[in-house]
Antibody, heavy 120, light 111 residues
Framework: QLLESGGGLVQSGGSLRLSCAAS????????MAWVRQGPGKGLEWVSS????????FYADFVKGRFTISRDNSNNVLHLQMNSLGADDTARYYC???????????????WGRGTLVTVAS | QSVLTQPPSVSGAPGQRVTISCTGS?????????VHWYQQLAGTAPKLLIF???NRPSGVPDRFSGSKSDTSASLVIAGLQAEDEADYYC???????????FGTGTQVTVL
């Protein structure tokens, strides 16, 4: 139901644009997120965007470098990543939020992830 | 940097009961913010295991249960099975950071 694409190998300082194609639910009704997992590491929330595209939030470590966006007409979520560094090497998961209030949201659908490798 | 602390590993024999703790602070688990749990089998994406502290999605066996008290939450696996060998993560929302936060993760080993 969530299929990521756009990962790959990039040089330090470079850019990548990740995409996530959603299906099986009314995409525009749900907030979406990107969560990453470095090699051998735990899960890290990266960014999220409300269903209408109005509320956008970022983790401190990507502010000013990453931009999340969505196309509700085509059921696609994007993550534009600029000024990439070695610490950004990770598998990036697309995720669908569920829940009534922002403070209570949880992820009920995960994609398989796309691997981003930043060469220093 | 995870703000929710979990034990790095727990283990048990098949059939045993294991508990995984998730400890936060007043700005996340100490508030009325819910705690959720995810299971990640080796080489796969995480999967929702418990939502809103103590609710199981359809299809999750009832040997998995969750609870929350003060600044801590717990996941209990009652009757450990071989297929439960995985990494487990808690998750909540932190008001001071305005961010969703995950626990450090716990590796469960079935002896």
């Amino acid at each position: 139901q969530l299929l990521e694409s756009g990962g790959g190998l990039v040089q330090s300082g470079g850019s990548l644009r990740l995409s996530c194609a959603a299906s099986g639910f009314t995409f525009g009704n749900f907030a979406m997120a990107w969560v990453r997992q470095g090699p051998g590491k735990g899960l890290e929330w990266v960014s999220s965007i409300h269903g209408g595209g109005d509320g956008i939030f970022y983790a401190d470590f990507v502010k000013g470098r990453f931009t999340i966006s969505r196309d509700n007409s085509n059921n696609v979520l994007h993550l534009q990543m600029n000024s990439l560094g070695a610490d950004d090497t990770a598998r990036y998961y697309c995720a669908k939020f569920e829940g009534s209030l922002l403070e209570h949201w949880y992820i009920d659908v995960w994609g398989r992830g796309t691997l981003v490798t930043v060469a220093s | 940097q995870s703000v929710l602390t979990q034990p790095p590993s727990v283990s048990g024999a098949p059939g045993q009961r294991v508990t995984i703790s998730c400890t936060g602070s007043n700005s996340n688990t100490g508030t009325d913010h819910d705690v959720h749990w995810y299971q990640q089998l080796a080489g796969t994406a995480p999967k929702l295991l418990i939502f809103r502290n103590n609710n199981r999605p359809s299809g999750v066996p009832d040997r998995f249960s969750g609870s929350k008290s003060d600044t801590s939450a717990s996941l209990v696996i009652a009757g450990l099975q071989a297929e439960d060998e995985a990494d487990y993560y808690c998750q909540s929302y932190d008001s001071s950071m305005s961010a969703y936060v995950f626990g450090t993760g716990t590796q469960v080993t079935v002896l």
